[in-house]
């Protein structure tokens, strides 16, 4: 089923990059309705999955990646219809692309142990998920910003000048998402923390629990994520770091977040692999 959403955000990146490269209205709205017709072809995944499993899929690494990419194109949607700015979906859609690739080339399987049922686990997985979407989003704004930045400081207003948003827009943008992502992120993993306290009890059954520790990879590097995002936060309001830092430290986190979704979670993580 996750080939069906692939093939729709394909479609709808290719009109992007069309409409980034012509800026012709008709195609930039054409882009729109695709992206739209893909998200709901996505929803449509989603919620067949949910019933399926009878909870939101995420506690298999190859869903929780197609259930990031949905909410990701959900916030890319909600910021584009709210701005009316279409720019960033040529910067976006390659991201959706490519990590949708990963479930339609390999499903997995829903991991439906007792454990995992409950509303903690599934509100701190889907706080982490909307987290990393915005650091995405946080991401890919911080390198259009230094796309542009480079552009006018060689007095060349040309190809990204004439497309993108003002710097200061696009750094007023990138500070919006670390903080809304930074809110779910601290959400996520304090609710984790509570649900991983009463999943104790299930540790004779289920030996991945009682691993569960900070020298747990994915653990440990959610806690170095927060720790990025947090001096983020702090050194935008407190030091000044606009601009340029922000959009540096925007890709750095989210490249931390990456290698929780692909590397850790298919390659070295023994325990909490859920």
């Not at 670390?178 to 009463?198: D, H, K, N, R, Y």
């Not at 440990?220 to 601009?243: D, P």
Request: proline content about 4%.
């Amino acid at each position: 089923m996750n080939t069906v959403p692939l093939v729709l955000y394909a479609v709808a990146l290719v009109a992007y990059l069309w409409h980034f490269a012509r800026r012709q209205p008709t195609v930039g709205r054409t882009a729109t309705t695709l992206l739209v017709a893909a998200v709901l072809g996505h929803t449509f995944v989603v919620g067949m999955q949910t019933m399926e499993a009878g909870h939101v899929p995420v506690t298999d690494a190859s869903s929780a990646i197609s259930t990031f990419v949905w909410l990701l194109a959900l916030s890319y949607l909600y910021i584009e219809m709210t701005t009316d700015e279409r720019a960033m979906g040529a910067f976006i859609l390659p991201l959706l692309v490519l990590l949708q690739l990963i479930p339609a080339l390999d499903p997995g399987v829903e991991d439906r142990a007792e454990v995992l049922q409950g509303p903690l686990f599934g509100l701190h997985v889907s706080s982490l998920l909307f987290a990393y979407a915005s650091f995405a989003l946080a991401c890919v704004i911080g390198i259009t910003y230094v796309l542009l930045f480079k552009e006018i400081k060689a007095k060349h207003l040309g190809f990204f000048y004439a497309r993108l948003p003002s710097l200061q827009v696009l750094d007023t943008m990138n500070q919006r998402a670390i903080v809304f992502g930074w809110i779910f992120l601290t959400v996520g993993m304090v609710v984790g923390t509570i649900w991983a306290s009463q999943a104790r009890a299930y540790a004779a059954a289920d030996p991945r629990v009682q691993a569960m520790s900070l020298q747990d990879p994915k653990i440990f590097v959610a806690i170095v994520c927060w720790a990025v995002y947090s001096f983020e936060a702090f050194a935008a309001r407190r030091l000044g770091w606009g601009g340029r830092r922000a959009a540096y430290l925007s890709a750095l986190g989210f490249a931390i977040v990456l290698l929780n979704f692909v590397p850790i979670s298919y390659f070295l993580t023994t325990s909490h692999d859920f």
